[in-house]
């Protein structure tokens, strides 16, 4: 765990790989980190394969490969057939079975509005994840505040688009910025 945590202190921009096409870019990239939004059952384990042999850290979005259930069983067989360094999800249920296996963890949330946001953060205090990723991650207001009712390090993502967005972000408490616009993966 300590892991991510040094290697997003060293380099807080994630590259998140959203489309396939878009891997031999994010092999290239200076992050060192990866938000894997992308692949299927077929093509999963090359993608992870290709970005580790480049000794990225892939953190796979489990919600978004298409061919696997949302479930327990599929967090298992990611984690003992595909070597993942660990899971994305908005499930709770997958958090607590990834958590079981001691994979780590990443919350995403969405906040949309104040339901959202209190739902999240009751979520975050029931789930304990590594970390929690908030979308959009143009909001300093909102990651303090997460920051200050869970305790649990927050990366923003989305609607990350210029060097000010990544700099509110940190300032605001957030250990990394994920995303998937190329030309913040050079700042």
């Given at each position: 765990m300590k892991v991510f945590?040094?290697?997003?202190?060293?380099?807080?921009i994630i590259a998140a790989l959203n489309h396939v096409d878009k891997l031999d870019k994010v092999i290239q990239s200076p992050c060192k980190i990866v938000f894997l939004l992308t692949g299927d059952i077929?093509?999963?384990?090359?993608?992870?394969?290709?970005l580790k042999k480049k000794d990225k850290l892939v953190y796979i979005h489990i919600d978004l490969i298409d061919g696997f259930s949302k479930d327990?069983?599929?967090?298992?067989?990611?984690?003992?057939?595909?070597g993942l360094d660990g899971i994305i999800t908005t499930k709770a249920n997958l958090i607590k079975a990834a958590k079981e296996l001691h994979i780590f963890t990443i919350q995403r949330l969405f906040i949309l509005d104040s339901l959202a946001l209190d739902s999240g953060i009751n979520s975050i205090k029931n789930t304990k994840p590594n970390a929690v990723e908030i979308l959009p991650g143009?909001?300093?207001k909102i990651v303090k505040n997460v920051i200050a009712e869970t305790r649990i390090p927050v990366i923003t993502g989305g609607l990350i688009k210029e060097k000010e967005d990544v700099i509110?972000?940190?300032?605001?408490?957030?250990?990394?910025?994920?995303t998937s616009n190329e030309e913040v993966w050079y700042m």
């Open positions: 945590f040094n290697t997003a202190n060293q380099n807080p077929l093509n999963l384990g090359f993608i992870v394969d290709s327990d069983i599929a967090v298992k067989f990611i984690y003992e057939h595909i143009i909001m300093p509110l972000s940190l300032k605001a408490g957030a250990i990394a910025i994920s």
